[in-house]
């Protein structure tokens, strides 16, 4: 069975996604096929376990902004990773609160970021975590992350959820994508899922 790329955001519409907290359709700005943080934290309707994820995100120009407050968003694999958004370009070496850092968690081998107003991509390899017959973890989840075509976390392990995601700290054997407002500008297009078996 060959495997089939679910477009989650294929520049026309918002409508498989909901915002956080009121399950409304997102008021994120949609133009020219990107769509750019509004009002809320969005979420994907569709829901996937073991994946490969492709993002493509857009930071605003903040000269004036500092670290967290520059340029900032999420995207949250599983409703419960972050892969920080930020513009950390320049910074060496980079934090695990820096772009493409899984927050709080691990830091990226590499600063591979791009300036301001470029497009940049995060590729996604996620195995989910496994679960016994009594709903307890038997083994953690791992993630690949590749921004830019340059490797930054090599199949780590996941040990736990990252700060501000949806599950109430429980990690999940299969989740949404969510997509993080942060009060900043972050745009983003073609966004898509291969379901891994």
């Known amino acids: 069975m060959k495997a089939e790329k679910i477009m989650l955001f294929d520049g026309t519409s918002l409508e498989n996604w909901k915002t956080r907290g009121s399950g409304t359709v997102p008021n994120w700005k949609i ?3 990107i ?8 979420i994907s309707d ?19 902004a500092t670290g967290q407050g520059k340029g900032n968003s999420g995207v949250y694999v599983h409703g419960c990773y972050e892969v920080q958004v930020l513009d950390s370009y ?11 850092g899984i927050y709080q968690m691990h830091a990226p081998l590499f600063n591979a970021c791009l300036p301001a107003l470029e497009w940049q991509t995060y590729d996604i390899i996620l195995r989910a975590p496994k679960f016994n017959s009594h709903g307890e973890i038997a083994e ?3 993630m690949t992350v590749i921004q830019n075509g340059i490797v930054v976390h090599n199949n780590v392990e996941l ?39």
């Not at 320049?90 to 493409?100: E, K, V, Y």
Request: net charge negative; proline share 8%; hydrophobic share 30%.
């Open 31 to 33: 133009e020219d096929g």
């Open 35 to 42: 769509c750019t943080v509004g009002n809320g934290d969005i």
């Open 46 to 64: 569709y829901t996937f376990g073991d994946a490969q994820l492709h993002v493509e995100f857009r930071i605003p120009d903040m000269p004036e």
């Open 90 to 100: 320049g910074i060496d070496p980079p934090l695990n609160n820096d772009c493409s």
């Open 140 to 142: 953690n989840g791992r």
């Open 159 to 197: 040990y736990s959820v990252t700060p501000g995601g949806i599950t109430n700290d429980k990690r999940v054997a299969k989740g949404p994508l969510m997509l993080q407002d942060h009060g900043n500008a972050v745009s983003f297009r073609n966004i898509w899922v291969i379901p891994l078996s």
